[in-house]
């Protein structure tokens, strides 16, 4: 390994870090500040006066020393140096001759790829991408206009079933819409999904997230994005979208068996969502610890204070006595059917003194489970009531009653409901009404006491509900009264000890009547078939996303190519190869150097390495060439590589000097983890090394 003495020039752009380095320049400058000697026939050799009169021969012609001492050796050294500068001379004119065909190559290029970018830029600006994008926000445009004026006209046509109805009725409608909905729903969301889908359709939505920060929840209309959600639910009916960020579900989940709150805000509503009749079950329990809620504790108690409220409405009336009559079945079913023989056989025992059949596991468990779905549905319902009720508490009141009965008629055609869920409705929450109501403690029909039909006069001149709805009423009575109630229903709908165990279960059981969807025939059909039947142009829409997405593709391409080859030619300004592009030709080559046990490898534009039989240590990402001082030393740098072991991260730094070809001459550590290289190389043989060496002609 050669010695390596670094110039003061170099020595300054030596990293902070590396402070032995930096120790010596110090040395090294104060020297050069002293007054000093000069060999008359060696230009470069400069004598400290100690070193003038000490007994040893250092200028050639021996004139440092007294007469006489030292003899005149000029002619062989000089013949030396002579011999070294001619190589140097030559050297320096390949690789002057080298780097002017190389810049002139790398200007050739640069001409030749700005062609080739001109020509790719007008190929970009000509792609119709925007035209296609207009187009297809106007069909998006079209639609949800299409859809909202639909849905203003259907409101229009129904204003008969909702204008006689007070503000707190009309949400009363909505609220219970959405519970038969829920109940109806195939759907395992906690939010009432089609009074979103009605909001929609008015164009309002509202997030989740927003009365989770400030205890109101924000309806935003106008905005661009009900327009996509409208447009995306047009197109994409099984993965419907109805909250404008599409962040949080409504009800909160919480976590039985981890301490751990590790929510990070990227569920989406329908994600892990606990009903939450897991929440009421659980807190029944005295047994198990209470569950853990995620920290947003007040929408909780909101949630659970709405439901309690909702379940102490009429209309749940006979929702609640079924949960409450179907877990005391269960219990009994449960405690008949035991994983245990003995019990059978005692069971078998009493069943042939009372003279009884034995009992039949399987239409038990058919029967527990029957009761459990239903369970799940009335759950679902309460959930869907209870979201919207909380959407009117937190909302802000700049909900008008024109748009809570847009609200109310679109609520009830997402819902898949029908005339006679709205009689029903009706029933519980009109007051004129409401004293008839169910009774599910008797064995008479629900339905008995609310039969036939009655009309009332809300609006002076006319009756109420209007004369469809009770059209399709008296016929829902008709056909009740017909059906009359099986013993076993009745019996069922018996509480305490007494309670039969059933062997199968009916609708009806327990007073509950389980939602039939709107049929075809029902009145209110005719009114919401033109919103129902409105699509948007499938195949256009397809068509137009497919060119887009192909375009958009395209263009992804062409600027990348337009990317790598500004990248190729130095960049837009023509200056990340160098001064006048001179590491074009040697761009992303590496050089390596043998020192010690190590080969050390510097690549341009890459990495620099340290490696050895069995590793390799990163040095640093290149960092760029700079050309520092005003003798024009050309430094490479490469910074942020491994770091030291109690010390800096690795740096490396490369001297280039002229030289007819371009190699890593010599390596060193002077500082721990500061490498620092030498290189030849034809960059270097510029003008101003020309004129340093005092070349005239090349
Ligand atoms: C390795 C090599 C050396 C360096 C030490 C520092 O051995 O990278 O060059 O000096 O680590 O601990």
Request: hydrophobic fraction near 35%.
């Amino acid at each position: 390994m050669r010695l390596f003495m670094p110039t003061i020039d170099a020595l300054v752009k030596i990293p902070p870090n590396c402070t032995h380095v930096n120790a010596f320049l110090a040395l090294a400058l104060s020297d050069s500040l002293l007054p000093s000697f000069q060999c008359p026939q060696q230009s470069k050799l400069k004598l400290p006066l100690s070193r003038v009169n000490d007994g040893i021969c250092d200028c050639c012609d021996g004139v440092d020393e007294p007469e006489g001492t030292c003899p005149d050796i000029c002619e062989e050294v000089l013949k030396e140096e002579r011999e070294a500068r001619a190589k140097v001379e030559s050297g320096f004119k390949v690789g002057y001759n080298k780097r002017k065909h190389d810049l002139f190559n790398f200007k050739k290029k640069r001409q030749e790829k700005q062609e080739e970018i001109a020509i790719l830029e007008e190929e970009l600006a000509s792609l119709p991408t925007d035209d296609l994008q207009k187009s297809l926000d106007r069909q998006k445009e079209k639609y949800a206009g299409d859809r909202q004026l639909l849905a203003f006209k259907v409101a229009k046509d129904l204003a008969d079933l909702v204008d006689g109805l007070k503000e707190e009725e009309l949400k009363n409608l909505i609220v219970h819409s959405c519970q038969l909905a829920g109940e109806l729903s195939e759907r395992s969301t906690t939010t009432c999904v089609p009074l979103r889908l009605a909001g929609l359709d008015m164009d309002m939505a509202w997030s989740e997230d927003n009365y989770v920060d400030s205890d109101e929840m924000v309806v935003k209309t106008g905005d661009s994005s009900t327009v996509d959600l409208l447009f995306d639910n047009a197109l994409n009916e099984n993965s419907m979208k109805w909250t404008l960020k599409g962040s949080r579900r409504r009800l909160e989940e919480y976590y039985e068996d981890t301490d751990d709150y590790d929510y990070h805000g990227d569920y989406t509503d329908d994600e892990f969502v606990e009903p939450y009749r897991a929440i009421e079950e659980d807190s029944e329990d005295d047994s198990k610890p209470p569950p853990k809620y995620r920290n947003r504790g007040s929408i909780i108690g909101k949630e659970k204070e709405l439901m309690d409220s909702l379940k102490g409405m009429v209309f749940s009336k006979s929702r609640v006595a079924f949960i409450d009559q179907s877990k005391e079945l269960a219990k009994k079913i449960d405690m008949l059917l035991p994983d245990d023989d003995d019990v059978y056989e005692k069971i078998e025992e009493e069943a042939k003194d009372e003279a009884e059949a034995p009992i039949d596991p399987v239409a038990y468990n058919m029967v527990k489970s029957t009761l459990g779905k239903t369970e799940d549905s009335i759950w679902k319902g309460f959930n869907w009531g209870t979201s919207a009720m909380l959407f009117f508490a937190v909302s802000p009141a700049t909900l008008s009653v024109e748009e809570l009965r847009g609200l109310a008629i679109g609520t009830l055609l997402h819902g898949n409901l029908g005339s006679v869920h709205v009689w029903q409705i009706l029933q519980s929450i009109l007051p004129e009404l409401v004293e008839t109501s169910f009774s599910p403690d008797t064995c008479a029909s629900p339905w008995a006491a609310l039969c036939p039909p009655k009309s009332i006069t809300r609006i002076k001149g006319k009756t109420y509900p209007p004369s469809y709805l009770m059209t399709a009423a008296e016929s829902f009575c008709m056909s009740q009264t017909e059906m009359a109630m099986t013993d076993e229903t009745c019996r069922a709908t018996k509480e305490g000890d007494d309670m039969t165990i059933p062997t199968s279960v009916q609708d009806g059981h327990f007073g509950y009547f389980a939602p039939a969807p709107r049929s075809m025939t029902d009145p209110l059909m005719p009114f919401f078939a033109p919103l129902l039947s409105l699509v948007a142009d499938q195949e256009e829409v397809k068509s137009l996303k497919q060119s887009i997405s192909d375009i958009e593709k395209k263009k992804k391409k062409i600027e990348w190519q337009i990317t790598d080859a500004w990248k190729d030619i130095g960049g837009k300004e023509g200056d990340q190869l160098g001064p006048s592009g001179e590491l074009y030709s040697m761009a992303n080559e590496c050089f390596s150097v043998v020192a010690g046990k190590y080969t050390y490898e510097v690549c341009l534009f890459n990495d620099a390495k340290q490696k050895d039989d069995s590793s390799s240590t990163k040095l640093g990402k290149w960092k760029g060439m700079d050309i520092e001082g005003d003798d024009g030393q050309r430094v490479m740098k490469w910074e942020g590589g491994q770091k030291c072991w109690n010390g800096p991260q690795r740096s490396a730094t490369v001297y280039v000097t002229c030289g007819p070809e371009t190699k890593l001459i010599s390596a060193d550590e002077p500082d721990t983890c500061c490498y620092v290289f030498e290189m030849d190389s034809h960059i270097a043989c510029d003008e101003i090394y020309k004129a340093k060496l005092g070349i005239s002609d090349v």
